[in-house]
């Protein structure tokens, strides 16, 4: 009996991790990715964005995130966030992950 609990215990945990896996922010290396397949969203204030543009890259705050997600951004791809810390582009990942389950990378500006 011991072993069917530890069997399943095991099996959960692997689930758990291979979802952590797919759904975890991961940072954006130049050398691994090709920045063709990405919708880029930076996430930093107007100011910020304007002073320091990352060319391609949408602005849209952090602020003003959830609601622009529901009227009028689609992409099929990968997205890569242009944040100030990761703390804005954890925050940013989880108002995506709800509405799409798709790779969500970062990169600080």
């Not at 890259?57 to 003003?64: G, Q």
């Amino acid at each position: 009996m011991t072993l069917f609990y530890v069997t399943i215990f095991i099996i959960a945990a692997l689930f758990l991790y291979n979802a952590y896996l797919n759904t975890a922010l991961k940072p954006y290396s130049h050398s691994k990715l090709s920045g063709a397949d990405f919708c880029v969203i930076d996430i930093r204030d107007y100011i910020s964005a304007y002073r320091s543009p990352y060319p391609g890259a949408e602005n849209i705050p952090l602020s003003y995130l959830s609601r622009t997600l529901k009227e009028r951004f689609d992409c099929p791809e990968k997205i890569l966030l242009v944040s100030d810390d990761k703390r804005g582009a954890k925050l940013a990942a989880k108002i995506i992950r709800k509405k799409r389950h798709q790779a969500i990378y970062y990169i600080k500006s």
